[in-house]
């Protein structure tokens, strides 16, 4: 079993969407064309970024990462994988 799905099967890896505002986790994978791969990446989206949820009721997501917010769809959200439960 690969390093993901172990991780998946203990529910450390869940969507970006699954997560509560005031919820944090660091970005494991992004599962998004290439062309929003590279968006993602030159606004700070790398591996490893905490991203927390400051807000997600019947519109965009709204997270926080670094020193930045920024607004997904639910679409988007749901397609960004994060790792909950490490660290502090």
């Known amino acids: 079993m690969s390093s993901l799905s172990r991780h998946q099967h203990d529910g450390r890896i869940r969507p970006l969407v699954t997560l509560d505002p005031g919820m944090e986790g660091l970005l494991e994978h992004l599962d998004v064309s290439k062309s929003l791969q590279k968006r993602f990446l030159a606004l700070g989206l790398t591996s490893g970024v905490r991203i927390r949820v400051i807000g ?3 519109g965009p997501m709204i997270i926080a ?3 930045s917010r920024l607004a997904l ?5 749901s397609r960004i994988y994060v790792e909950i439960g490490v660290g502090a």
């Open 65 to 67: 990462i670094r020193d």
């Open 73 to 77: 769809s639910q679409g988007v959200a």
């Open 56 to 58: 997600s009721q019947h």
